[in-house]
């Protein structure tokens, strides 16, 4: 499992099943997939779009998936060991 991986199983609001959607991370209790709300952003459209748009996520767990993704990609990689003399 991937460092991404890892990280979103610490986010309370979403979840990964095998047996749902192939496996794609879903808004937890729903068949809502996370990627929905991305791309949803990415075409130019609002949170408030989103949510007028796709019943299932609450704005709470909307904004806790951008929170979430934000500390992501402000979390630092860890340096890699240097090479031994």
Same mark, same amino acid.
């Given at each position: 499992? @991937?460092?991404? =991986?890892?990280?979103? /199983?610490?986010?309370?609001?979403? =979840?990964? *099943?095998?047996?749902?959607?192939? $496996?794609?991370?879903?808004?937890? $209790?729903?068949?809502?997939?996370?990627?929905?709300?991305?791309?949803?952003?990415?075409? @130019?459209?609002?949170? *408030? *779009?989103?949510?007028?748009?796709?019943? $299932?996520?609450?704005?709470? =767990?909307?904004?806790?998936?951008? =929170?979430?993704?934000?500390? *992501?990609? /402000?979390?630092?990689?860890?340096?890699?060991?240097?090479?031994?003399?």
């Amino acid at each position: 499992m @991937g460092k991404t =991986e890892d990280y979103w /199983q610490k986010c309370p609001v979403v =979840e990964r *099943d095998p047996e749902r959607l192939s $496996g794609a991370l879903v808004f937890r $209790g729903t068949r809502m997939p996370v990627a929905a709300l991305f791309e949803t952003l990415r075409d @130019g459209d609002t949170v *408030d *779009d989103f949510m007028e748009w796709f019943e $299932g996520p609450s704005r709470a =767990e909307v904004e806790a998936v951008l =929170e979430h993704a934000i500390n *992501d990609m /402000q979390t630092p990689l860890p340096r890699p060991a240097s090479p031994s003399p």
